[in-house]
């Protein structure tokens, strides 16, 4: 099975940057996706890793080390509204239990971005 | 304009009486699921469809079914709904295959079972 562990919250100032981490137990996947919720609203897919390293996607980075079962997403230039809830998933692979399903997400990161 | 609709976006309900979620995506992805969001929970599958007429249980699927007549639709059925299936629920899709990691999600139907 899948299991993903993200800090519940996180709070930086504008202009900073911040670092979301992701810590995962899965017996296999495809690749870690990053998605951002903005309250009351519906997720939309920020970037996927399905190598390991760094992507870069504008101010938004986002790195995966399958060695250390870790990924983050980084964020830089905070802007206020950046304030959102930040979710990694993983896609699992043929290998691991429930293998055709889409994505497991992990329980979210709060971002508030102060002025 | 590709996108993800639902509806109702809104309901409130009574414990027991069946209702119907719908979900319709334009995008022709063959991909589509459902999701719960509770908080502190993230976000749990309910159910997910791999192409017309192919369904599975996710994680979370008592007490809700779902059919995929066409590609297009993916309604959640609640026959007999709860108060613990109160929540805000999303539908996504995506293409099969490599590109499943991107979900595109509808906008959410907040369900409140009095």
């Known amino acids: 099975g899948q299991s993903l562990e993200q800090p519940s919250e996180v709070t930086a100032v504008e202009g900073a940057i911040v670092q979301i981490n992701c810590t995962y137990q899965?017996?296999?996947?495809?690749?870690l996706s990053w998605y951002q919720q903005h309250d009351g609203g519906a997720p939309t897919f920020l970037s996927y890793?399905?190598?390991?390293g760094l992507e870069e996607t504008g101010r938004f980075s986002s790195f995966l080390s399958r060695s250390d079962s870790y990924g983050y997403l980084l964020l830089q230039e905070l802007q206020m509204k950046d304030s959102a809830s930040y979710f990694c998933?993983?896609?699992?692979?043929?290998?691991?239990?429930?293998?055709?399903?889409?994505?497991?997400f992990g329980s979210g990161t709060q971002l508030t971005v102060l002025p | 304009e590709a996108q993800v609709t639902q509806n109702p976006r809104y309901l409130i309900t009574v414990t027991g009486k069946k209702l119907t979620v719908t979900c319709s995506q334009n995008?022709?992805?063959?991909?589509m699921s459902w999701y719960r969001q509770d908080p502190g929970l993230g976000l749990r599958q309910i159910y997910y469809?791999?192409?017309?007429?192919?369904?599975d249980k996710g994680d979370v699927p008592e007490g809700y079914k779902v059919s995929r007549k066409e590609k297009r639709n993916f309604p959640l059925i609640l026959e007999s709904p709860s108060p613990n299936q109160t929540s805000l629920y999303f539908c996504?899709?995506?293409?099969?295959?490599?590109?499943?990691?991107?979900?595109?999600f509808g906008p959410g139907t907040r369900l409140t079972v009095t």
């Open positions: 998933a993983v896609r699992p692979s043929a290998l691991s239990s429930g293998s055709a399903r889409q994505l497991t």
């Open positions: 890793n399905a190598l390991d």
């Open positions: 996504a899709s995506s293409f099969r295959g490599m590109s499943s990691y991107e979900q595109y």
């Open positions: 469809s791999m192409n017309v007429e192919v369904t």
């Open positions: 995008m022709n992805h063959e991909y």
């Open positions: 899965t017996s296999g996947f495809y690749g």
